[in-house]
Structures are given as C-alpha cells and as structure tokens.
Nanobody, 125 residues
Framework: QVQLVESGGGLVQAGDSLSLSCIAS????????TGWFRQAPGKKREFVAA????????RYADSVKGRFTISRDNAKNAVYLQMNSLKPEDTAVYYC??????????????????WGQGTQVTVSS
C-alpha cells in the first residue's frame, strides 16, 4: 500500500498549461502502475492517463491525447501530469491512483486500490 498526495491544481484560462504532481510514500513505488483520474461535478470519475511502474508503457484517454503528458520519477516517488492547451471541459478534481495487483494499465477506477485526496483544476473560458 502507498499513500498518495496530489498538488498543483488551480484556476487557469483556456489554452493555459498546468502541471500536477503526485508524491507517494511507501516502499517499492516502481512496482506500482500509477494513473490519473478526474471527476467533474455531477459526472462519474473518468480515466485520464496511466503509466507503468518503470515508465515504459503509457496510456491516455482519447480526450487528452496530444495535450496531456504523464511521467514518473521513481527516485522521488513521484508521478506527474503535464496538462497543455487546457479546455473548460478539463475542469474537475484530479486524482492520483496506484495499484500493484498486476501490471496492466487499466482504465477502470475499481482496479486501483490506493488513491490521493484529489486536487481541483478549474479552466475558465
């Protein structure tokens, strides 16, 4: 099990960029698949991106492909989400999640067992 803490959210204008960080505490972070999810008001939580334990495999939701970049630094127990060309529809609470039950980069939030508290991202038009 790992504890996850997100940071970096804020209020930006459409077209701006924002970088989120997720810092994990616990051992063997490189054995965890880590993902970013988001939840907008009144909507279900949705997958954004995921990265394998050593960073060699990455998966994105179609809605963010080409605009967002997920990366990790296992030496710092950190995962990042660089968000460019932000749109109002990107407004949501962004959550970092991790799993070590298997190495599949799944998009289902039920497959992830450790979650952060979330960080708010608001994009104004």
């Amino acid at each position: 099990q790992v504890q996850l803490v997100e940071s970096g959210g804020g209020l930006v204008q459409a077209g701006d960029s924002l970088s989120l960080s997720c810092i994990a505490s616990g051992r063997s972070f490189s054995s965890y698949v880590t993902g970013w999810f988001r939840q907008a008001p009144g909507k279900k939580r949705e997958f954004v991106a995921a990265i394998s334990g050593r960073g060699g495999i990455i998966r994105y939701a179609d809605s963010v492909k080409g605009r967002f970049t997920i990366s990790r630094d296992n030496a710092k127990n950190a995962v990042y989400l660089q968000m460019n060309s932000l749109k109002p529809e990107d407004t949501a609470v962004y959550y970092c999640a991790a799993k070590n039950t298997d190495m599949e980069l799944t998009t289902r939030d039920d497959d992830y067992n450790d979650w952060g508290q979330g960080t708010q991202v608001t994009v104004s038009s």
